[in-house]
């Protein structure tokens, strides 16, 4: 049974200014870059690199500290590359992967399924300027999120996100994971999505 978060108020609707997503956090955009860079090899890799705009390149090439917050014109940059010769964006579940193996292993140590997807909105947060993920409802076997976020590469909301959850889920001992993304209703703006998890407790 889902029960609503209790936070004494709604969460307020964002503009489209406020749910536009313009940096990414640098550990997130390593990610990003790591998820591209294990699936291709890499010749291939400099290839894609060396046609990428002048600052895209640099930060693609930069082996040392990236700035604090990466642009995401940078990272959509990447995307695209990559899109044009493997025809799909970076894998989410090796995000995923990156995040709990790395940056926040105490996900999969400390917390159960529903406590992970209470910390999604935090996580969220984190690693992202602009935008909003909201957990609207939860209960020990499912819950409700929604976003609001716009990010200019396709496939960001519909297949990466939901690969992110699915993963953070099974990684914290979820079994028969399933994330869907809402169906979109009338005058619901292009930014704002809904998504419900569900999953069986081991």
């Known amino acids: 049974m889902l029960a609503a978060v209790d936070r004494g108020t709604p969460f307020p609707p964002l503009s489209e200014a406020e749910a536009r997503v ?14 591209i860079t294990t699936a291709m090899d890499l010749r291939t890799w400099a290839e894609l690199v060396g046609e990428l705009p002048p600052e895209a390149r640099a930060l693609a090439e930069a082996e040392g500290e990236l700035p604090e917050w990466v ?12 899109s ?17 193996d790395h940056a926040h292993p105490w996900i999969q140590r400390a917390l159960d399924p529903a406590l992970a997807m209470e910390a999604m909105p ?4 984190h690693y992202h300027r602009g935008g909003a993920l ?14 609001w976020a716009f990010v200019p590469y396709p496939g960001w909301h519909d297949v990466l ?8 889920l099974e990684r914290c001992g979820a ?3 399933t994330v869907r993304l ?21």
């Open 22 to 35: 313009t940096h990414l956090r640098a550990a997130m955009a390593r990610m990003v870059r790591a998820s």
């Open 71 to 82: 642009p995401i014109e940078a990272i959509t940059a990447w995307i695209a590359a990559f």
């Open 84 to 100: 044009r010769t493997h025809a799909r964006v970076p894998r989410g579940g090796s995000i995923a992967d990156q995040l709990l």
């Open 122 to 125: 935090r996580i969220f947060q």
């Open 134 to 147: 909201h957990l609207l409802e939860h209960g020990p076997e499912q819950a409700r999120l929604e976003l």
């Open 161 to 168: 996100l939901p690969a992110v959850l699915h993963r953070a």
């Open 175 to 177: 079994l028969d994971t």
């Open 182 to 202: 809402g169906r979109r209703e009338p005058g619901q703006a292009p930014f704002h999505h809904h998504y419900e998890a569900r999953w069986r407790r081991p």
